[in-house]
Structure formats: structure tokens, C-alpha cells
């Protein structure tokens, strides 16, 4: 059963450029959050996907918008890069339900922004 | 805004030492879960406390849920290596929310 996979692992981009990043749910999963993680801090809240749908957004800008497929893959797409996007993206999927539902992670994308 | 603070921020200390982890906030959680990050990976649930009062034992960890589900704690005893990595506690909103708030995090070195 295969958990929570992140692509690509590593990204070189540099300001202004666009990214996107992919995640597949672990299986039997059809939720999926993504969080931003700079170094040495706890992982922020960007967006969850529910239904193909955006069910909640972190303090965010626009820049950064997402999609979830109807296989409940999802992606993150970061606009305008700026210095500041450098982080570790984190993909989390968990089971449909109550709120206090089980995160599953994936390995993550380290996204450096030169 | 719901925030939680952690303490320590960092922690360095020998194999055998018994360590406690502190998880703050002044927002109350339906819930809270404690983490464990190693490098170059995502966090790994290690437990979800519900109820406040609940006490929770996992081998020598031991996580307690505050009364007023403001705040958590993870003990850790005669603390080994294998337990190096970063410690994040999350607390999920109240009803009507879905995401996850995390701590600042606790960076734990066991040294041998």
C-alpha cells in the first residue's frame, strides 16, 4: 500500500518563474492538504481539497492556487516566485470524516528560490 | 488567530535523560496530535489526544491533553538516538474548521 508520494523531491527555480508541485493521496484517501514548511519552523496551513474543491485556505496570497483530480490527486501551483517560497512543500492526505481526522505525509518537495 | 507555541525550541541532552516537551496556545483544540519529523521526511503521527485530562503512553513517551484543551505535553523517558528529530504538536480547530494548526516545534538531540 503505497503512502503519500511528492513530486519532484528537489526544485531550483528562480524569482518570477511559476511551479507546480504533485501529490497522490495515500490510497483509500480523497482528501488532500498541502503545508509550507520554512527551515527550522512547524509546517503552515496553505489549502485542503475536498471533492475537487477548496474547502479551506491558510493566510496565503493568491500566488499560490490548487487542484485536486477526480483520482484525488492533487497540485500546488506557486505564481511569481519570490525569495520567500523557498521552503519544504508538504502534501498530507487523510480519511474522509470528522474533523479530527489523521494526517498521512509525504516526503515533500524542497522548493529553493534563487 | 490560533497559535501554539512550543518549548523548548531546541534540546540537547544525553542518552538515559528523561526530557518533557511543552505544546501552548490560548485557543482551545478539539483535538491534538504530536508529530515526529526526520530529516528529509514529512512529519509521522505518533499520537492524537481527544478528551481534556487524557494521558496517552506510547513505549517510554508519554502525552498528556491539558484539562481545558488549551494545551499538551509529551514526556519522554530514559531517552534514546533513535528518538533525535523534530517534535510538532498540531491542534485541530473547533467544529466548522478542517485544517491543522502546528506548533513552532522542538528539535531533539539524544546524544549516545
Known amino acids: 500500500d503505497a503512502g503519500v508520494t511528492q513530486s519532484p523531491t528537489h526544485l531550483i527555480k528562480t524569482r518570477g518563474q511559476q511551479v507546480t508541485l504533485r501529490c497522490s493521496p495515500k490510497s483509500g484517501h480523497d482528501t488532500v492538504s498541502w503545508y509550507q514548511q520554512a527551515l527550522g519552523q512547524g509546517p503552515q496551513f496553505i489549502f485542503q481539497y475536498y471533492e475537487e474543491e477548496e474547502r479551506q485556505r491558510g493566510n496565503f496570497p493568491d500566488r499560490f492556487s490548487g487542484h485536486q483530480f477526480p483520482n484525488y490527486s492533487s497540485e500546488l501551483n506557486v505564481n511569481a516566485l519570490l525569495l520567500g517560497d523557498s521552503a519544504l512543500y508538504l502534501c498530507a492526505s487523510s480519511t474522509p470524516g470528522t474533523v479530527n481526522e489523521k494526517l498521512f505525509f509525504g516526503s515533500g518537495t524542497q522548493l529553493s528560490v534563487l | 488567530t490560533q497559535l501554539l507555541e512550543q518549548s523548548p525550541q531546541f534540546l540537547s541532552i544525553q542518552e538515559g535523560e528523561n526530557l518533557t516537551v511543552y505544546c501552548n496556545s490560548s485557543?482551545?483544540?478539539?483535538?491534538l496530535q504530536w508529530y515526529r519529523q526526520e530529516p528529509g521526511e514529512g512529519p509521522v503521527l505518533l499520537v492524537t489526544?481527544?478528551?481534556?485530562?487524557e494521558v496517552k503512553k506510547l513505549k517510554r513517551l508519554t502525552f498528556q491533553f491539558g484539562d481545558a484543551r488549551k494545551d499538551s505535553s509529551l514526556h519522554i523517558t530514559a531517552a534514546q538516538p533513535g528518538d533525535t528529530g523534530l517534535y510538532l504538536c498540531?491542534?485541530?480547530?473547533?467544529?466548522?474548521?478542517?485544517?491543522?494548526?502546528f506548533g513552532t516545534g522542538t528539535r531533539l538531540k539524544v546524544l549516545a
Open positions: 489526544v481527544v478528551t481534556g485530562g
Open positions: 498540531a491542534g485541530a480547530g473547533l467544529r466548522g474548521t478542517y485544517k491543522y494548526i
Open positions: 485557543s482551545v483544540f478539539s483535538s
